[in-house]
């Protein structure tokens, strides 16, 4: 069965600075990788998705995640963090093979100092 | 293009009431989904449905009922709530398929207290 681990509950940084989400995930297989923002009160908004190819995924609100596949993990970068950004992002595996769709991690919220 | 459409948005029940969380959409998508958000432990897979009148458990299906009587319509059912389902429920679709462009589609979240 598939897994996903944030290790990082919550995350601060300064606007304006570099934010890097760390998730590590367990799969049999080549796995399907997703990121999604929620903002306080609202459904999930998906930011990238890897399926295949180039490893570096861009997404929007200039959000970017790296899949490396020897560390098991896709991290969500982006170069200059906005106070908007501040929210709580999931990264989630697909399980496409089946009508299980998407195995979640715990969630990182992150908080944006002015 | 209403995509999924999650009915009621909020909703407070008293312990032992029944009630039926409702999910449709309108893509004519296979495969549905019911998911709990709680705090810390991200998003869990209640039941899901891989085409009408077929359906099985996920992760944490105890206190849940589904059926899919029609592709369209995948409703959740509380048959005696309690306050450890006090959560935010999410209904998810898709079409079967490794294609990336099968989309996974989210409702907007029912928010459920139980008193």
């Known amino acids: 069965a598939q897994s996903v681990t944030q290790p990082d509950i919550h995350i601060t940084v300064s606007e304006g600075a570099s934010l890097e989400l760390r998730c590590n995930y367990s799969?049999?297989?080549?796995?399907?990788l997703f990121w999604y923002v929620q903002s306080p009160g609202q459904g999930l908004q998906l930011l990238l998705k890897y399926f295949s190819g180039d490893t570096l995924v861009q997404g929007i609100k200039g959000f970017e995640a790296e899949f490396k596949r020897s560390q098991s993990s896709f991290n969500l970068r982006k170069p200059s963090v906005h106070w908007s950004d501040a929210a709580e992002y999931f990264c989630a595996v697909g399980a496409f093979n089946a009508g299980n769709m998407l195995t979640f991690g715990g969630g990182t919220r992150l908080m944006v100092k002015p | 293009n209403a995509g999924v459409t999650q009915t009621p948005k909020f909703q407070v029940l008293k312990t032992g009431q029944s009630m039926t969380l409702q999910c449709a959409q309108d893509?004519?998508?296979?495969?549905m989904s019911w998911y709990r958000q709680d705090p810390g432990m991200g998003l869990r897979l209640i039941h899901y449905?891989?085409?009408?009148?077929?359906?099985d458990q996920g992760e944490v299906p105890n206190g849940y009922n589904v059926s899919r009587s029609t592709t369209e319509d995948f409703p959740l059912r509380l048959l005696s709530a309690a306050p450890s389902q006090t959560s935010v429920y999410f209904c998810?679709?898709?079409?079967?398929?490794?294609?990336?462009?099968?989309?996974?589609?989210f409702g907007e979240g029912s928010w459920l207290t139980v008193v």
């Open positions: 449905s891989v085409g009408a009148g077929i359906t």
């Open positions: 799969y049999g297989a080549t796995p399907y």
């Open positions: 998810a679709s898709r079409s079967p398929g490794t294609s990336s462009g099968n989309t996974i589609y």
């Open positions: 893509m004519n998508h296979e495969y």
